[in-house]
């Protein structure tokens, strides 16, 4: 059975001057001295900053040419395709911070999982978010149950996300705003499921306290993020 419950809430490599963040591009040493609920917390702090439109000065043509040779990210975030989600700027994250996976209605797949074993077990990075967000398109088609060229292969991984909500909402209306909202938070869980079940590079690598792997929800009406209770 699936519940999920919502919660509110410097990184070494985040230095404050005169109230003023500035995030250098990160370094091996950095990224290996960072851990998972350090990482959580500074998407948090910068998803805080992009809420109250105090978002951090950076250098962007000095940072191309630091991250030119190498990357060592934070976290592996795999987000929907919608372009009302520029998920850098939402954790307030700057070039060599995040891997971004999108894909429309951030659903797992095998290219997606071998792209986050990449990001964790190769790359170094220390979390793994699955961001979820209201309003999201796909999860609509997903309850319409569209049907049409390869849209339905990812209609049928969100499906499974409505078969949950629809044996537990007491309206599984599709205009229902609830309903609505109650698949999207089951197909976060579902995504967090599948990669759970199907990696064990990320299984065992969370097991070893090496990295987390967590879920969370984008209010597109508001720009806060919010941490899936617990994490």
Same mark, same amino acid.
């Given at each position: 059975?699936?519940?999920?419950?919502?919660?509110?809430?410097?990184?070494?490599?985040?230095?404050?001057?005169?109230?003023?963040?500035v995030e250098t591009v990160l370094t091996a040493d950095e990224q290996?001295?960072?851990?998972?609920?350090?990482?959580?917390?500074?998407?948090?702090?910068?998803?805080?900053?992009?809420?109250?439109?105090?978002?951090?000065?950076?250098?962007?043509?000095?940072?191309?040419?630091?991250?030119?040779?190498?990357?060592?990210?934070?976290?592996?975030?795999?987000?929907?395709?919608?372009?009302?989600?520029?998920?850098?700027?939402?954790?307030?994250?700057?070039?060599?911070?995040?891997?971004?996976?999108?894909?429309?209605?951030?659903?797992?797949?095998?290219?997606?999982?071998?792209?986050?074993?990449?990001?964790?077990?190769?790359?170094?990075? $220390?979390? !793994?978010?699955? *961001?979820?967000?209201? +309003?999201? &398109?796909?999860? #609509?088609?997903?309850?319409?149950?569209?049907?049409?060229?390869?849209?339905?292969?990812?209609?049928?991984?969100?499906?499974?996300?409505?078969?949950?909500?629809?044996?537990?909402?007491?309206?599984?209306?599709?205009?229902?705003?609830?309903?609505?909202?109650?698949?999207?938070?089951?197909?976060?869980?579902?995504?967090?499921?599948?990669?759970?079940?199907?990696s064990p590079i990320l299984k065992a690598l969370e097991k070893q306290?090496?990295? $987390?792997? !967590?879920?969370? *929800?984008?209010?597109? +009406?508001? &720009?806060?993020? #919010?941490?899936?209770?617990?994490?």
């Amino acid at each position: 059975m699936l519940t999920v419950t919502l919660s509110c809430s410097k990184s070494p490599c985040e230095e404050s001057k005169d109230n003023l963040i500035v995030e250098t591009v990160l370094t091996a040493d950095e990224q290996s001295r960072l851990t998972p609920d350090q990482v959580i917390q500074s998407l948090r702090e910068g998803n805080a900053r992009f809420c109250s439109n105090d978002l951090t000065a950076r250098d962007h043509s000095k940072q191309v040419r630091e991250a030119a040779r190498s990357q060592f990210p934070k976290a592996v975030i795999v987000s929907c395709l919608d372009s009302r989600i520029p998920v850098e700027d939402i954790f307030d994250k700057g070039i060599g911070d995040v891997f971004v996976a999108r894909v429309a209605g951030n659903v797992i797949n095998e290219d997606i999982l071998g792209s986050l074993e990449y990001g964790c077990a190769v790359a170094g990075a $220390k979390v !793994v978010v699955v *961001l979820g967000h209201e +309003n999201c &398109g796909a999860i #609509k088609a997903g309850i319409d149950n569209v049907r049409t060229g390869n849209i339905t292969s990812l209609v049928l991984k969100i499906r499974r996300a409505v078969d949950h909500a629809m044996a537990t909402e007491t309206d599984p209306a599709p205009e229902n705003q609830d309903f609505i909202r109650a698949v999207c938070l089951a197909n976060v869980q579902i995504s967090l499921n599948d990669i759970h079940g199907n990696s064990p590079i990320l299984k065992a690598l969370e097991k070893q306290n090496k990295i $987390k792997i !967590v879920g969370a *929800l984008y209010d597109i +009406n508001t &720009g806060r993020v #919010k941490f899936l209770e617990g994490q």
